[in-house]
């Protein structure tokens, strides 16, 4: 049974398009998030949602929307993809807080032409 | 800034051979650090978390905090070619019911058979 699963596994497209990432878990977590793994490995965080609720917010473009419908999805929405946007995309969940274990899904490679 | 740094490798070592692999933060009052493995291509995958100072034990892997120092540090007695992979290192920032997971940039691992 896959623990997180997103789905695209893979996502080409032209910029100013826009897509999305959908992310769902079955671990009964109560958090989830979204990290950006850039070209050069660095893993970093973007948003977190506890229960629904948004918990953490970085410093991302606006063109970035998450939405949580319930606890155990969390999809991300970009407009006007850029060139920069191009990266690897993981979603994962914990229990609660950043104490805990977090478990990655698989990846959404994007690549924006 | 709160900022968690590792040496970014490659680091080489023979199979059989122990691997340390060092890490430090900037966060005076994080509580919780993780190291997290990830193959090329895949997502991360957990492989020990810390809380106390000291050393903790699993299998092949040691883990050493040193909160003092703002230390921590993963071993891995009798590499194998299989441990060749990215290590990154991961604090959860202090504060309660914090949960924010800064990651360090990953140290590249390669155990030469």
């Known amino acids: 049974d896959t623990a997180v699963s997103q789905t695209p596994k893979y996502l080409v497209t032209q910029m100013g398009n826009d897509k999305s990432i959908k992310c769902e878990q079955n671990?009964?977590?109560?958090?989830m998030y979204w990290y950006k793994q850039d070209s050069k490995k660095f893993l970093k965080i973007m948003f977190s949602?506890?229960?629904?609720?948004l918990i953490i917010n970085e410093t991302v473009p606006n063109r970035f929307s998450p939405k949580s419908p319930d606890k155990a999805h969390l999809n991300l929405h970009i407009n006007s993809l850029e060139l920069g946007d191009s990266a690897v995309y993981f979603c994962?969940?914990?229990w609660g807080t950043g104490a805990d274990t977090q478990y990655f899904g698989p990846g959404t490679r994007l690549t924006v032409l | 800034q709160k900022e968690v740094e590792q040496n970014s490798g490659p680091l080489s070592v023979p199979e059989g051979a122990i691997a340390s692999l060092n890490c430090t933060y900037s966060?005076?009052?994080?509580?919780?650090f993780f190291w997290y493995r990830q193959y090329s291509g895949k997502s991360p995958e957990l492989i020990m978390f810390?809380?106390?100072?000291g050393d903790k034990e699993d299998g092949r892997f040691t883990a050493q905090l040193n909160k003092a120092s703002q230390y921590v540090s993963l071993l891995i007695r009798d590499s194998q070619p299989s441990d060749s992979a990215t290590y990154l290192c991961?604090?959860?920032?202090?504060?309660?019911?914090?949960?924010?997971?800064?990651f360090g940039k990953g140290t590249k691992l390669s155990v030469i058979p």
């Open positions: 994962a969940s914990s």
């Open positions: 966060d005076r009052g994080s509580q919780s």
């Open positions: 991961a604090v959860n920032r202090a504060g309660a019911g914090s949960y924010q997971l800064t």
């Open positions: 671990l009964g977590h109560d958090t």
């Open positions: 949602y506890n229960n629904k609720e």
């Open positions: 810390i809380y106390s100072n």
